[in-house]
């Protein structure tokens, strides 16, 4: 897993970790995933679980009134899991969100590797 946001109703980036192995705007991803959802809500009823950009996949859940997005590999077998992993940490620490506690928390989630290349997010 390289990265983990934390989106709330209104499109903010509430709290991330591991964006510092991303090229990107952890606000902008907050806007689009907040944007992708409601659309896709309204057009399907659904909701966007993942997707794939570039050699990344996003997967995407719900934990209450936020969004918990993580970023991994492409073939990460173990994508879904993690993401999940993360929603059940929110769940059992609901007073943690959009803080440091958090991030402490799902820091050890995150791929470690120093050698890691930067990925480009957009």
Not at 79 to 99: E, F, G, M, R, S
Request: aromatic residues 4%.
């Amino acid at each position: 897993m390289y990265g983990v946001f934390l989106v709330n109703a209104a499109g903010e980036t509430i709290a991330s970790t591991g964006i510092e192995k991303l090229d990107g705007d952890s606000a902008l991803l907050g806007g689009f995933i907040s944007a992708l959802q409601i659309y896709v809500q309204q057009v399907s009823g659904n909701q966007v679980k993942s997707m794939r950009i570039g050699d990344l996949t996003m997967v995407m859940r719900r934990c209450g009134d936020k969004h918990v997005v993580t970023l991994h590999g492409l073939h990460d077998k173990e994508a879904d899991k993690q993401n999940q992993q993360v929603v059940d940490l929110l769940n059992d620490n609901p007073d943690i969100a959009a803080t440091e506690g958090f991030v402490g928390l799902v820091s050890n989630l995150i791929a470690s590797d120093k050698k890691a290349s930067r990925r480009k997010l957009w």
